[in-house]
């Protein structure tokens, strides 16, 4: 996801929506969400396999979401973000980015929607006017 957020989260909005354990500053802004290999000194990264150590030690992410397992051998990132599953994490992460940049309208028929009067609508959709 290249597009920046807007306004961007921080580190304690996510900790604190998300669950998980901060190891760094909960003030750290995050813009984008990144790979290890194309995360720079805004975006929010995660390191789920052994074998991508190496790529996570050389990124420039500004926290990077990891097990506890793999948290050892990061200790000298500034900021980590460790949860049981670090994939399931950003995957949750990537979900609460999506509909803080496309939120669903509100539940509610428009005024100018054209609904037949035998449809049954629920109180929970949202009907917009055709355009």
Known sequence: MRRRLNPPFSLGEIVGQLGGELRGDPATRIE???????????????????????????SRAAAIIVSEALAPGLADKPNLV????????????????????HPRPPPGI??????DARASVSPAATVEEAV
Request: glycine fraction near 4%; charge should be positive; charged fraction near 25%.
């Open 110 to 115: 428009d005024p100018g929607a054209l609904i």
């Open 32 to 58: 984008r969400l990144a790979t290890l290999r194309g995360a720079d000194e805004r975006s929010i990264t995660f390191l789920a396999r052994p074998q991508q150590r190496e790529a996570a030690l050389a």
């Open 82 to 101: 460790v949860a049981p599953d670090a994939y399931l994490y950003y995957a949750r992460l990537a979900e609460v980015v999506a509909r803080r940049m």
